[in-house]
């Protein structure tokens, strides 16, 4: 039985999780990474003045590469020689987390997400596209928003919302950022998968429907035809939860990465036991779009051993909508997801009416 009370779910924790060994399998991609993210920073005048030393960046990214490929049995680029000038022991193992995390985020000085402090609730929407998460949270000062989305198309659309919500109602008289809003959301470039790495994307016709999953051959839905491919680079969830701050104790996760909805999952590993609630598509007929689509039997299956019971919602014509909450746990709604006009507030809505069938109507 899910309840939906006011009281805070208690944050679990991962004892087990170190990610040091990460480091030297995970530098090959970085420079993917970069290439994706840090052009469209030269988007904003306050970053043209440090165009040069991105470019070293950029320039460097060959280097990362080989440098990887010649170090993949040690957790330490350097030699003994080399560390006392360059960098200590510490610094040269520093995981995937830190790097991502330093170039793409603002990091507080704990080397985590810098986040609103007083914002406890944090949403994440996976292959966000135009994500109404983002046009409803000026209506939400307690929950902090990360986009994820590889696709140029939509990764600068939403890059350019984001920064317009970090100046909104800029108080007279202080920086031209909102103290607010500017630590309210944050978004990367990347796809979310099982196995990091630089993958091809595949564009479809449809600006929907494109997916690091290659179209089926018996597809014959024009929207997922794929029209080009690009090089995206592609990270574990854990990753990103590996950098959030401990004040942040309420999660929700939503995904629509067209068919690879399951490998997202199975990218948070154990830390998927965090959220309170998970959105993900899935096929429930045996018409597939994708090589490797999700499938609801298989979803459930995997969530059921984390703990997760599933409610099916929202069926298409082949593909289903899944909510899954923790199972006898106590479930917390930001305001951000009783906005009755985001598009998934019918799940939302439902699952808080079977908790209390009294509730009144979400807000607007």
Same mark, same amino acid.
Request: aromatic share 8%; glycine share 6%; hydrophobic share 35%.
């Given at each position: ?22 480091? !030297? ?18 988007? &904003?005048?306050?970053? #043209? ?9 950029? %320039? @460097? ?6 440098? &990887?490929?010649?170090?993949? *049995? *040690?957790? @330490? ?5 080399? *560390? *006392? ?7 040269? %193992? ?11 985020? !603002? ?10 402090? @007083? ?5 994440? =929407?996976?292959?966000? #596209? ?55 959301? $944050? ?23 494109? &997916? ?125 997801? #009783?906005?009755? #006009? ?8 439902? $699952?808080? %009416? %079977?908790?209390? !069938? ?5 807000? =607007?």
């Amino acid at each position: 039985m899910v309840r939906l009370m006011e009281k805070k779910r208690p944050r679990e924790e991962n004892p087990n999780n170190d990610n040091s060994s990460f480091f !030297p399998r995970s530098l090959w991609f970085l420079g993917g990474l970069l290439a994706g993210a840090l052009p469209n920073l030269f988007v &904003s005048g306050a970053c #043209r003045q440090y165009g040069p030393e991105f470019l070293k960046l950029l %320039q @460097s990214a060959d280097y990362i590469r080989t440098l &990887s490929s010649e170090n993949t *049995t *040690t957790s @330490s680029p350097q030699t003994e020689s080399t *560390t *006392t000038d360059m960098h200590t022991e510490k610094d040269s %193992q520093k995981s995937v987390d830190d790097w991502v995390g330093s170039l793409l985020f !603002p990091l507080n000085k704990h080397g985590k997400l810098d986040l609103h402090p @007083s914002m406890p609730n944090l949403m994440i =929407d996976i292959r966000a #596209r135009e994500s109404d998460y983002l046009a409803w949270l000026h209506k939400d000062n307690t929950t902090c928003l990360i986009l994820v989305d590889p696709l140029p198309d939509s990764y600068i659309p939403l890059a350019m919302k984001v920064a317009e919500h970090a100046v909104l109602n800029i108080p007279k008289g202080q920086s031209w950022l909102n103290p607010q809003y500017k630590h309210q959301a $944050l978004i990367i470039r990347a796809a979310m998968g099982e196995t990091e790495g630089v993958y091809d994307f595949n564009v479809a016709r449809g600006p929907a429907c494109g &997916s690091i999953l290659k179209t089926a051959r018996n597809n014959s839905f024009w929207c997922f035809d794929s029209k080009d491919t690009i090089k995206t680079a592609v990270l574990r969830l854990e990753r990103i939860l590996d950098l959030v701050p401990p004040h942040i104790d309420n999660l929700h996760l939503k995904v629509d990465a067209e068919g690879a909805d399951l490998t997202v999952l199975k990218g948070a590993g154990d830390q998927i036991k965090k959220f309170g609630t998970v959105i993900i598509e899935c096929a429930y007929s045996n018409v597939t779009r994708h090589e490797g689509d999700c499938h609801v039997h298989d979803a459930v299956k995997y969530m059921d051993q984390y703990g997760f019971e599933a409610h099916i919602l929202g069926k298409g014509k082949n593909q289903a909508n899944i909510l899954f909450v923790p199972r006898q746990s106590t479930i917390v709604l930001p305001p951000l997801l #009783r906005v009755h #006009r985001l598009a998934m507030s019918g799940l939302y809505r439902k $699952l808080y %009416q %079977q908790a209390d !069938p009294s509730s009144a109507r979400p807000s =607007d």
